[in-house]
């Protein structure tokens, strides 16, 4: 079997050069975004007590030992999330990072096991503030990339379009013919609904699970074609950590942006509960317990900070993944300078 030429190949870099450069400009023009939105500019330890606390994520743990030989587990951070609300608790009230984050378990076209997490925090500000910064974001990558176009495996989305905005209830009901809020509490009826539709269910699978089937196999794909989509509104099982909407607490103050069929960014009017939050963190831990048999410890520190941490709205973007879309790539690694390789190439 030929072996792929490795990504410093003079050749393979010359065809990925250009998604570089965009990807550079791209970077530069949002710190000009948000430098002319007043926000500061930070940076998070990539090491923490705990990486995250949501089910389907698992992390990258390391050995931390001391100068005096004591050793204590750490893990890379999945998101600078925990961190950047510290710094929300610690005063800070508009700030942005671009953060390298990994994530075990996870490797295709649109996922890779260390990337570019691009977050941002408002205090006091609602999450429709956020929802205008993505449309900002989309209209700035756009042309510091110098097209008029976003694609994706045929989806065509303009960048510069006011995106639509869509609640699950009404995704639900659009694309898989659902009720949403008629099942949410109803396993048994989610999973004959998900049947008729064509989802494969398991007797293993609950709420979450068949939520999150019936979202990826009916819903997702047909989001940001044309123009962008954020879908809002999420049940409140499916947002560990955003708080429940005034009008209606079974929901959330969730979104997510979609371009192109491609989910790019999450956003959230945050929770700052810690008690509800702990009740949430365990509940994720119970569930990766069963799934993977590997439960990963609570941050007490973020939980004492979440305490004294003011109202705010904040949000993650793939980074990577917004300038794929904007310089037309159609695989993550062409536009990260340095890919992880697939296996050790090490020798002993």
């Known amino acids: 079997m ?20 965009a990807r550079a400009r791209i ?9 002319s939105e007043g926000f500061t500019e930070v940076e998070t330890a990539a090491l923490a007590v705990s990486g995250g606390n949501e089910a389907h994520i698992s992390l990258f743990g390391v050995e931390l030992i001391g100068p005096d030989d004591e050793k204590s587990r750490l893990y ?37 096991p260390e990337f570019t997490m691009l977050e941002w925090y408002r205090v006091r500000e609602p999450v429709s503030r956020l929802m205008e910064d993505c449309a900002g974001l989309l209209a700035t990558a756009a042309k510091a990339a110098g097209t008029d176009s976003f694609a994706w495996r045929g989806r065509v989305a303009d ?15 659009r694309y898989a013919d659902m009720d949403l809020a008629a099942l949410l509490e109803d ?18 699978d609950d709420w979450s699970d068949i939520f999150s089937k019936v979202l990826s196999e009916k819903i997702e794909h047909r989001l940001g074609s044309g123009r962008a989509t954020i879908l809002s509104d999420y049940p409140v099982s499916e947002a560990a950590l955003a708080r429940p909407k005034d009008d209606d607490p079974r929901f959330s103050e ?90 050790g190439e ?3």
Request: aromatic letters at 12%.
């Open 254 to 343: 969730r979104f997510e942006l979609y371009v192109c069929g491609v989910e790019i960014a999450n956003g959230f009017g945050e929770l700052t509960d810690p008690a509800e939050q702990r009740r949430r963190f365990v509940a994720e831990n119970d569930a990766r317990q069963r799934i993977y048999d590997e439960p990963y410890p609570i941050d007490e520190d973020f939980l004492s900070a979440l305490a004294v941490m003011p109202p705010a709205s904040g949000i993650a973007l793939g980074f990577d993944r917004l300038a794929m879309l904007a310089a037309g790539a159609t695989h993550i690694e062409e536009v990260l300078w340095t890919p992880v390789p697939e296996r």
């Open 159 to 173: 960048p510069f379009a006011e995106p639509e905005v869509l609640t699950l209830c009404e995704a639900f009901g």
């Open 2 to 21: 030929t072996r792929a030429s490795p990504w410093w190949d003079r050749h393979v870099y010359a065809d990925r050069k250009p998604f570089l450069k």
């Open 76 to 112: 890379l951070h999945s998101s600078p999330e925990f961190a950047c609300k510290k710094l929300l608790a610690a005063g800070e009230e508009k700030i942005f990072t671009f953060a390298r984050v990994f994530r075990n378990r996870e490797r295709s076209a649109l996922h890779h």
């Open 27 to 35: 970077a530069a023009a949002i710190r000009h975004f948000f430098g």
């Open 187 to 204: 396993r048994d009826a989610f999973a004959r609904a998900a049947e008729r539709d064509g989802v494969r269910i398991t007797e293993d």
């Open 346 to 348: 090490g020798s002993v």
